[in-house]
Nanobody, 123 residues
Framework: QVQLVESGGGLVQAGGSLRLSCAAS????????MGWFRQAPGKEREFVGA???????YYADSVKGRFTISRDNAKNTMYLQMTSLKPEDTAVYYC?????????????????WGQGTQVTVSS
């Protein structure tokens, strides 16, 4: 069983930047696709981006060009660099490990989840 812990959230002004981390323990994440999702109040959890075991990435259109996912397999950690933040990026951000190594964006393909970290972007 893998445990995932997100960190790095906080309050930032519009246009600012944050870097989220997702530290894994218990099992390796190096051979799995990892993903970031977010959930705003009153809304469903939505896909933000994912990174395959070969470090191929895919992003939601809403964050493309502003967010960057990376991974450090030696540290068993994934990152989400967020720039040019907008108030609509405000949400709880979750990291997750997929069931496979194949790049996927479907929430149902992710089986292990962190507890989430709050990101608030003020206007």
């Amino acid at each position: 069983q893998v445990q995932l812990v997100e960190s790095g959230g906080g309050l930032v002004q519009a246009g600012g930047s944050l870097r989220l981390s997702c530290a894994a323990s218990g099992r390796t994440i190096s051979t799995y696709t990892m993903g970031w999702f977010r959930q705003a109040p009153g809304k469903e959890r939505e896909f933000v981006g994912a990174i395959s075991w070969t470090s191929s990435t895919y992003y939601a259109d809403s964050v493309k060009g502003r967010f960057t996912i990376s991974r450090d397999n030696a540290k068993n950690t994934m990152y989400l660099q967020m720039t040019s933040l907008k108030p609509e990026d405000t949400a709880v951000y979750y990291c997750a490990r997929a069931y496979t190594a194949v790049l996927t964006t479907e929430l149902s393909n992710f089986g292990s989840w962190g507890q989430g970290t709050q990101v608030t972007v003020s206007s």
